[in-house]
């Protein structure tokens, strides 16, 4: 079954365990792993989504990759697809953002200085409008 887009998707590994994950050679959980590892945060460009058993549903990577799985049964989320809203601009640099794993909400965190939030952070302001320090 190819995705509905004609396009890739893209996605996030955001797991809730925030441990790397090796790829699969196979649409499943416990087929054998490839030598291709993703970090927490990893932006990957998915270019089939197979439903699976339990609910889950396995990605495809572009590439040639590996598979891997939007959740995994007793351990939770493991992707979530990587969106930026039309009229939205990019993060700011050094922010990401992340799915709560008990809520379910997306949330913010800044790489750079470890804050997190759950609203998302606007893009400073140019230098140009900071005021001129006094003489």
């Given at each position: 079954a190819?995705a ?51 609910g889950?549903?396995f990605l ?19 992707c979530?697809r ?15 953002s ?38």
């Open positions: 190819r509905s887009s004609a396009s890739p998707a893209m996605w996030r590994y955001s797991p809730v365990n925030g441990k790397p994950i090796p790829t699969r050679m196979a649409p499943e959980i416990e087929a054998p792993r490839t030598t291709t590892r993703l970090q927490p945060g990893d932006i990957m460009q998915v270019i089939e989504e197979k439903p699976g058993p339990g889950v549903l495809k990577l572009a590439d040639g990759k590996g598979w891997l799985f939007d959740q995994k049964p007793g351990t939770g989320v493991m979530v990587h969106e930026t809203p039309q009229g939205e601009a990019p993060l700011p640099a050094g922010w990401e992340a799915v709560d794993a008990s809520s379910g909400r997306t949330y913010y965190h800044n790489k750079t200085t470890n804050q997190s939030q759950w609203d998302r952070p606007a893009a400073p302001p140019a230098a140009a409008t900071a005021p001129a320090p006094l003489p």
